[in-house]
Structures are given as C-alpha cells and as structure tokens.
T-cell receptor, first 113, second 112 residues
Framework: KNQVEQSPQSLIILEGKNCTLQCNYTVSPFSNLRWYKQDTGRGPVSLTIMTFSENTKSNGRYTATLDADTKQSSLHITASQLSDSASYICVVSFSSGTYKYIFGTGTRLKVLA | DAGITQSPRYKITETGRQVTLMCHQTWSHSYMFWYRQDLGHGLRLIYYSAAADITDKGEVPDGYVVSRSKTENFPLTLESATRSQTSVYFC???????????FGNGTRLTVT
C-alpha cells in the first residue's frame, strides 16, 4: 500500500533551537518527494523537492535529506524562528509529470519565544 | 495579481443543499486539483483536471461534481451536502513536469 508517514505528529521548540522532522514512505514507483509548509489558515507552499539521485538540498534555514534506499526523508530547520510555526507536509509523487501524489498527515511545529 | 484564489473562504450550509466552491488561477496551468483536508488524514484528492474539458475522479469523488469549461476556472459542486462533507477544501494548480502544486488558501465548509 502506498503510504507516507510523518513523525512526530507535533513538536514544540524554543526560538533559536534546531529541529528535525521525519518522513517515511512506501510509494512505488517513486518520482520525487517535496516538503510543503502550511501556515494556519493558508494553503501549503512548496519548500523543496528531492529527486531519486539527490541526498541533500538546502533552502535557507531548511535542509532536506533523502535516503532512497531506506525510503526516508528528513527536514532540518536551523535556528528556528517564530514564523516557522506551521505544519510541514511530506508529499511523494508517483511518477514524473502525473497527478499522483501521496500526502503525509504532517508535523505541526510550534516555536515559542 | 498572479495566483490562485478560492471563494468563499467560509461557508455554512444545511444538509441537502447544493453548494459550489470556486477556484480561479491566473497562470494558465493545465493541471488543477481539488483536495479536502481533515484531521488525521493527509490531503485527499477529490477530482483533478488535466486541461479544459478533461476531468477525472480522485480518491474521494462521491457526492462531488466538477467542471472545467475554461482553463482558469475549476468549480467544485456538492450536489446535496452531507455532514461528512464538512471539511477544508483546497484547490491547487500545477504547471508542466515536476513543478510544485500551488494551493489556494482554502474554503472552510460546515454542513449543519
């Protein structure tokens, strides 16, 4: 069964601290994996895309990793800010250029001052 | 302004009523999607469209109808609303290849 599982479900950290969010998937055939950020009351926004051949990719304070062998991805947030408070959703695409996506249920991150 | 807009943002309706949620995008993206988001579930695909006049069912299409007469618009209609359709509905569009989904800000629908 094609699935995307994220952990933890929720996380609370202090401003300035780092954190890592996990995504495990069992999707085949795999095309790519994206991390989206969803602020409260808004639609998700893409942070980064990981393809099969990529191990690490950074976007500012966000660094995504992908291990295609173990089918795991992580999103590391460095020096967290209050504006990082949001849900982070891992989305796996079945095959290139199609409509087929499997969404994780997200990790809800709260950054406290 | 370029983007994808949904209307209304909030809607309360009664069981059995017909409701239409609107979605408009200004990028001329071929692909458009309707998802619903519920606690404990990832976003679930209701319908998608690969181009004007081409639509197809997603994972949870029952009770919903879509149309796409123009590339930029993709309305979603609940023919006879039920309480189980209380949810947040997101419209999205996507360009070619592996470009990301661009989401609207959602419509929160409550069916009483």
């Amino acid at each position: 069964k094609n699935q995307v599982e994220q952990s933890p479900q929720s996380l609370i950290i202090l401003e300035g601290k780092n954190c890592t969010l996990q995504c495990n998937y069992t999707v085949s055939p795999f095309s790519n994996l994206r991390w989206y950020k969803q602020d409260t009351g808004r639609g998700p926004v893409s942070l980064t895309i990981m393809t099969f051949s990529e191990n690490t990719k950074s976007n500012g304070r966000y660094t995504a990793t992908l291990d295609a062998d173990t089918k795991q991805s992580s999103l590391h947030i460095t020096a967290s800010q209050l504006s990082d408070s949001a849900s982070y959703i891992c989305v796996v695409s079945f095959s290139s250029g199609t409509y087929k996506y499997i969404f994780g249920t997200g990790t809800r991150l709260k950054v406290l001052a | 302004d370029a983007g994808i807009t949904q209307s209304p943002r909030y809607k309360i309706t009664e069981t059995g009523r017909q409701v239409t949620l609107m979605c408009h995008q200004t990028w001329s993206h071929s692909y458009m999607f309707w998802y619903r988001q519920d606690l404990g579930h990832g976003l679930r695909l209701i319908y998608y469209s690969a181009a004007a006049d081409i639509t197809d069912k997603g994972e949870v299409p029952d009770g919903y109808v879509v149309s796409r007469s123009k590339t930029e618009n993709f309305p979603l209609t609940l023919e006879s609303a039920t309480r189980s359709q209380t949810s947040v509905y997101f419209c999205a569009s996507r360009g070619t290849g592996d470009s990301p989904l661009h989401f609207g800000n959602g419509t929160r629908l409550t069916v009483t």
